[in-house]
């Protein structure tokens, strides 16, 4: 298994572009997360799926963010239009399910909005 | 603010030694996860407990969890060069599904 796979590894875009960032979780896992590190907040959880479903966006910072998982092996988290705040690594995670799973990490984005 | 807070917040030991981090939490848990981050890298799921756990281990890895303290401890043991990273706890809220993560320990391990 190839793990969580994640696209781009970097992305470098100009403030007010629109900024996709991609996912595919393994293979059978039906959880799905959205996760944002900077120094200053750390890891931040923006919004989980699972089957596909969105559970709790409550972490989505704001109207600029959406995500969406049209299907069990593709996800994306949208930005438009981006700032500068935004610039951040970005981290898709998969589990087998909610509860006693560990999470598995894909590689993440490292974005920066200038 | 941080579910969970990692103490202390850097550490740097000799190959060899053996290192300890903890991590404290505020509410009830389902369970608490450690993770290793290395430089640029994802997160790597190294152990999991259980709330009704009090010490876990897997390989050179000891973990312990006090939930009357809302604490647990990460313990390498015969640390390596390449155990230097960052080490984050992550707490499994009770009730959620959700995980909230620490603020992480960097361990420099010196060869």
């Known amino acids: 298994d190839a793990g969580v796979i994640q696209s781009p590894r970097h992305e470098v875009t100009e403030m007010g572009q629109e900024v996709t960032l991609r996912c595919k979780p393994i293979?059978?896992?039906?959880?799905l997360f959205w996760y944002r590190q900077t120094m200053m907040r750390g890891l931040e959880l923006l919004i989980y799926?699972?089957?596909?479903?969105?559970?709790?966006d409550s972490g989505m910072p704001e109207d600029r963010f959406s995500a969406k998982m049209p299907n069990a092996s593709f996800s994306t988290l949208k930005i438009q239009p981006s700032e500068p705040r935004d610039s951040a690594v970005y981290f898709c995670a998969s589990s087998p399910g909610t509860g006693s799973y560990g999470y598995t990490f894909g590689s993440g984005t490292r974005l920066t909005v200038v | 603010s941080q579910q969970g807070e990692e103490d202390p917040q850097a550490l740097s030991i000799q190959e060899g030694e053996n290192a300890t981090m903890n991590c404290s939490y505020k509410t009830s848990i389902n369970n608490l996860q450690w993770y290793r981050q290395n430089s640029g890298r994802g997160l790597v799921h190294l152990i999991l407990?259980?709330?009704?756990?009090r010490e876990k281990h897997s390989g050179r890895l000891r973990v312990t969890l006090d939930t009357s303290k809302k604490s647990s401890s990460l313990l390498i043991t015969a640390s390596r060069a390449a155990d230097t990273a960052s080490y984050f706890c992550?707490?499994?809220?009770?009730?959620?599904?959700?995980?909230?993560f620490g603020t992480g320990t960097r361990l420099k391990v010196l060869a």
């Open positions: 799926f699972n089957n596909n479903v969105p559970i709790d």
């Open positions: 293979s059978g896992h039906n959880s």
């Open positions: 992550a707490t499994g809220l009770s009730g959620t599904y959700k995980y909230i």
């Open positions: 407990i259980r709330s009704n756990e």
